[in-house]
């Protein structure tokens, strides 16, 4: 079972570099979010999308953008990243029936100089 | 707006004791879920337990339970015969029982002792 499967692992990037972090999932759920952990302050929503075709701001979406590309993968694009998006990224699913049940990838360890 | 607070960032435990982490949190909402998630070095995050804020009963997992205190807004975490594999990051969530955003706390590190 592969559940919710990001890429790349890692990635470095220069400051105004542009690039996608890729989500999909393979359990069917409707929601699907991106998070990035930084030390000292948890997990921080960026975006959510609560079925195909839908996308909303989360707490902290300045300097991203998303796009729900059909239901299983929804994807997280930096246009021109700045040091201060150097963070763990996580992208996480969730069945709308059970949306207390997060499903989380395995995260994107993103540096940007 | 909704915060959550863990205010221990680290902490240990010997092997086979019982440990508590605490978490509090703030909200004006009535109905809500509480949440703890494992992180472990590998950096997936795992559901640890749950628990409806309408439930005046305490969640239970096997060795994992909490102590959930609605009037103070307090939720801990009681993790039972600590084992080496409970090492990991453990963060408090809260989620309103309307929507499906999440608010994590900052995280606690728990290092279990052999």
């Known amino acids: 079972n592969a559940g919710v499967t990001q890429t790349p692992k890692f990635q470095v990037l220069k400051t105004g570099q542009s690039m996608t972090l890729q989500c999909a999932q393979d359990?069917?759920?409707?929601?699907m979010y991106w998070y990035r952990q930084d030390p000292g302050m948890g997990l921080r929503l960026i975006y959510y999308?609560?079925?195909?075709?839908?996308?909303d701001k989360g707490e902290v979406p300045n300097g991203y953008n998303v796009s729900r590309l059909n239901k299983r993968e929804f994807s997280l694009r930096l246009e021109s990243a700045a040091p201060s998006q150097t963070s763990v990224y996580f992208c996480a699913s969730s069945e709308t029936r059970e949306v207390e049940k997060l499903f989380f990838g395995s995260g994107t360890q993103l540096s940007v100089l | 707006a909704q915060t959550v607070t863990q205010s221990q960032p680290e902490m240990s435990v010997q092997e086979a004791e019982t440990v508590t982490l605490s978490c509090t949190y703030d909200?004006?909402?009535?109905?809500?879920?509480l949440f703890w998630y494992k992180q472990p070095p590998s950096r997936q995050m795992i559901l640890v337990i749950r628990?409806?804020?309408?439930?005046?009963q305490n969640a239970t997992e096997n060795r994992f339970s909490v102590n959930f205190q609605k009037a103070a807004k307090s939720f801990s975490l009681k993790i039972s015969d600590s084992q080496l594999g409970d090492t990991a990051m453990y963060f408090c969530?809260?989620?309103?029982?309307?929507?499906?955003?999440?608010?994590f706390g900052t995280g606690t590190s728990l290092t279990v002792i052999p």
């Open positions: 359990m069917n759920h409707n929601s």
């Open positions: 999308s609560a079925s195909e075709g839908t996308t």
């Open positions: 628990q409806e804020a309408y439930k005046q």
């Open positions: 969530a809260f989620m309103k029982n309307t929507g499906n955003q999440f608010y």
């Open positions: 909200t004006s909402e009535n109905n809500y879920y």
